[in-house]
């Protein structure tokens, strides 16, 4: 029996969780004040209804639509979603002001009234049941060794998280777990600015609430913002089904497709810092297709060819953003023949884009002044020489998806990758207004999902990377029209901190990309400089579901031997990390004194694998490997480099597997049951 798919108990709990029963619409999740009232659910006065019921055929998932409007005109519209095989349920409020009219379309309408103060909206504002609330929380991305940090805090006072500087996962981490005495519930917050999160100890159990931190505004007639989306899966039992019932869900309803096909291990390569020259500012049509050329000759396919930082005109600076077109010096054919040359050998081009940051003096900043908003000196948190591009604005709005479909089309991208080095905050709320407080984030995010929904729409199978200084905007309502190729901009080639990295990652969005970089010295610490070709070790620690390999076209053939070979390995490994429940087996202390342990399993196939890393100065010479199988099982072991094999009961192996491998390095069990 699966213990980690849901059952009628879990659903019965999921019922008493945020659930609509079609007609109590005060007890909708939603609370807000306007002109100083203060509502819940959408009150009778808004006369209230259900105007919409539908199902999508493919997932099964129901979306219900409810709409009110009170005699103020204001309107409240929400969107509840449930999903048929999953314990969970789903909330999106969008508010919109008609007017004392009623139709923004009539011309009788004085478009320059204006609503009440609509303040304090808050998804959720309910008590979840449950008994000895512990709150299992993170920091996110934080630009630095400090980031990927989890924590469990008794929620025995007020709790309260919002991230820093309106990036969604920096400083505090849009994903929850409140873990009672014999259940959990998986709380994700979907805004990628500046949310806010809070917990609240209550009698019987916990009150949660998200909402946008910074708004509190009037709304004219015709406009609509919109509420984070709150997502919130519930189970019974332990936090191991409740972390492997949400990885499920994700790889089955949230992680992107590539062309109609479930994701698949990607292998990534490139070639940069060409000549010396920053970034991809090098990179010509003559040198990608003569890399690629090397790279298949040499038998490294990729899956897919990255081009990052640079391919525009910069002057040589990959930072001068704002010049939206192929750089012709370097492809004087705009990158038609490079994507023509990955299409034909079945590899996707990865493009990197950072449309939100405009850089001085560019086109975007001579020519269209008035779509840039332009941070004020005093208390401006980013390069003076850098503003943002107001994706609020609808015609620079249009002018983003023409532009970029333009350069998807005529490039042959089939991945679109957005990057976003840029903290916002300061720069909204210098636009905002009196009483406007929050509306330039607002429309700002409601452009900024536009825009990639009509890059999804336009160029059927593309797929979308998220980052932004690495993951720092990697929120589930980003995470549901992209995945995390670029998941941190810190520590790639330091094996512990990239331990802590994936621990997190594997948890909550569990498809990413590493590399095979190796920063430790002779000595096994890591500093400043310090770099080894990549080799067994780097590829030990780097597996994850999508892989950079740092080997170089031009690198000889006995550094081509070593990363073909343990390609082969993270290929193997790979199906499993996409396909299977994941069981971290050590702490991640970022520690290189430590061994790092993790399992996964596919109980319906009755395999998976386990891997061991013993770091750079991990003193033991044993380590006891504990994996989680089924009771009363056998299985053969199989080490995935040299083939040997052995067979254990799995009382045995649960017992523990002494393992002894040298200092910095690695090795992996697959399993199956027999």
């Known amino acids: 029996m699966d213990r980690i798919a849901a059952t009628t108990d879990d659903f019965g ?87 004392l009219e009623g139709n923004v379309a009539a011309a009788s309408v004085d478009f320059s009234q204006k609503s009440k103060i609509l303040e304090n909206v808050k998804v959720g504002d309910r008590l979840i049941k449950g008994s000895s609330p512990v709150l299992y929380h993170g920091n996110g991305d934080t630009c630095n060794d400090e980031g990927y940090e989890m ?86 039992g332990d936090e191991a089904r409740s972390r492997n019932m949400w990885r499920r869900w994700m790889f089955k309803h949230i992680v992107p497709d590539m062309g109609g096909k479930p994701i698949k291990p990607l292998l990534c390569l490139h070639t940069w810092m060409i000549d010396g020259k920053e970034e991809f500012t090098g990179c010509t049509e003559q040198n990608q297709l003569a890399a690629i050329d090397e790279y298949i000759r040499k038998g490294m396919k990729p899956d897919v060819w990255w081009i990052d930082a640079g391919w525009y005109p910069c002057d040589g600076h990959w930072v001068v953003t704002g010049n939206w077109w192929p750089n012709p010096e370097n492809f004087p054919n705009g990158l038609g023949p490079v994507g023509k040359k990955c299409t034909e050998n079945d590899i996707a081009l990865l493009l990197w884009f950072e449309l939100e940051r405009v850089h001085v003096d560019t086109w975007l900043d001579k020519n269209k002044p008035e779509w840039i908003i332009r941070e004020p000196d005093e208390g401006r948190m980013n390069v003076p020489s850098f503003n943002l591009l107001n994706l609020g604005n609808s015609e620079c709005l249009d002018w983003a998806i023409e532009t970029v479909n333009k350069i998807i089309k005529d490039g042959g991208v089939k991945i679109y990758r957005q990057d976003f080095n840029f903290a916002p905050a300061n720069a909204w709320q210098s636009a905002d207004g009196e ?52 998941y941190t901009d810190v520590g790639y080639g330091v094996h512990p901190v990239k331990q802590k990295q994936h621990r997190m990652m594997f948890e909550w969005i569990p498809y990413f990309r590493a590399h095979t970089y190796n920063w430790d010295d002779e000595n096994g610490d890591y500093t400043p400089g310090a770099s080894k070709p990549s080799d067994e070790y780097a590829y030990h620690c780097a597996m994850a579901p999508a892989l950079t390999s740092m080997i170089e076209y031009y690198d000889d053939e ?102 002894k491998i040298p200092k910095r390095s690695g090795i992996i069990y697959f399993y199956t049951k027999i």
């Open 13 to 99: 709990f999921a019922g008493n969780v945020f659930r609509f029963d079609g007609e109590d619409f005060g007890s909708i999740p939603l609370s807000f004040t306007y002109g100083g009232e203060e509502f819940r659910g959408i009150p009778e006065e808004f006369s209230p209804m259900v105007i919409e019921v539908r199902e999508d055929l493919m997932s099964g998932r129901k979306t219900t639509v409810i709409a009110g409007r009170n005699d103020d005109g204001l309107e409240v519209v929400a969107h509840f979603n449930e999903y048929p095989d999953f314990p969970v349920c789903e909330w999106i409020f969008f508010l919109s002001y008609a007017g």
């Open 151 to 236: 924590w469990k805090d008794p929620v025995d006072r007020e709790l309260v998280y919002s991230p820093s500087s309106g990036v969604s996962c920096c400083g505090a981490l849009p994903y929850f777990r409140l873990i009672f005495k014999d259940c959990c519930v998986n709380m994700a917050v979907g805004w990628t600015g500046g949310w806010e999160a809070g917990f609240k100890p209550e009698k019987g159990g916990v009150r949660v609430y998200a909402k946008q931190k910074n708004f509190r505004t009037y709304l004219k007639p015709g406009e609509t913002v919109r509420t984070p989306r709150l997502t919130l899966m519930c189970s019974k």
């Open 435 to 486: 009483d406007r407080a929050g509306m330039t984030e607002n429309t700002h995010i409601i452009g900024y999902y536009k825009l990639w929904d009509r890059i999804l729409d336009a160029n059927p199978g593309i797929l979308i990377d998220s980052c932004s200084s690495g993951g720092r905007r990697n929120d589930l309502e980003t995470m549901r029209r992209s995945v995390a190729l670029h």
């Open 558 to 659: 006995n550094r081509f031997e070593i990363g073909n070979r343990m390609t082969k390995l993270w290929r193997r490994a790979a199906e499993y990390m996409i396909g299977g429940d994941y069981y971290p087996l050590t702490e991640c202390r970022k520690s290189n004194e430590d061994y790092y342990a993790m399992q996964f399993d596919r109980p319906d196939r009755g395999d998976g694998f386990v891997q061991v890393v013993r770091n750079t100065k991990a003193p033991e010479d044993e380590f006891i490997l504990k994996p989680v199988l089924e009771k009363g099982a056998k299985y053969c072991f199989e080490n995935g480099e040299t083939g040997e094999k052995f067979t254990l009961s799995s009382k045995k192996a649960m017992e523990g597997i002494s393992v």
